[in-house]
């Protein structure tokens, strides 16, 4: 990417930062995640949900809390992207695993989640892609909306 690309890239991010922080992050069906998001302080710790994320807040916090081993690469809270750096497990350290998480709605719904897994295996000193189980991040994506349900039920508790 160019120099001017990047700076024209960045000053368009800078942009949507601004224009979100107006936004309510939720669509207005369910006050009660409004609420839920209120009483956590939003996103910058004030109780006003003026600045908070837009994306689904359950989402958005089950998905750091679930990859919270891994190390985090980017995190778009307005966008709705998440993703990570590589990582290696100690038992394994042969492959390493990167995820990427995008949070597509508003609301807490499991098409509103979709999870990418990237795997590398070392061959030869070198890392190449390898497949990854299909099941994978479906198993992701539904330990996040798991823990998406019990951060919302405990909203209410």
Not at 106 to 122: C, G, H, M, N
Request: with cysteine; hydrophobic share 40%; net charge negative.
């Amino acid at each position: 990417m160019n120099k001017t690309a990047r700076h024209i890239l960045l000053a368009a991010a800078g942009a949507m930062l601004v224009s979100g922080c107006a936004l309510n992050p939720f669509n207005g069906d369910d006050e009660s995640e409004a609420a839920a998001s209120n009483t956590r302080g939003g996103l910058f710790g004030g109780g006003n949900d003026e600045a908070s994320i837009g994306v689904n807040a359950y989402l958005w916090r089950a998905s750091l809390d679930t990859l919270d081993f891994m190390p985090l690469s980017e995190v778009d809270p307005f966008g709705g992207v998440i993703i990570t750096e590589w990582y290696s497990n100690p038992d394994q350290p042969q492959e390493r695993f990167k995820a990427t998480v995008y949070i597509l709605d508003r609301t807490l719904r499991a098409d509103a989640l979709k999870v990418s897994i990237f795997k590398q295996a070392r061959q030869g000193g070198a890392w190449v892609d390898a497949d990854v189980d299909p099941a994978t991040p479906r198993q992701i994506e539904n330990a996040i909306l798991t823990r998406a349900r019990q951060l919302r039920i405990s909203r209410f508790e």
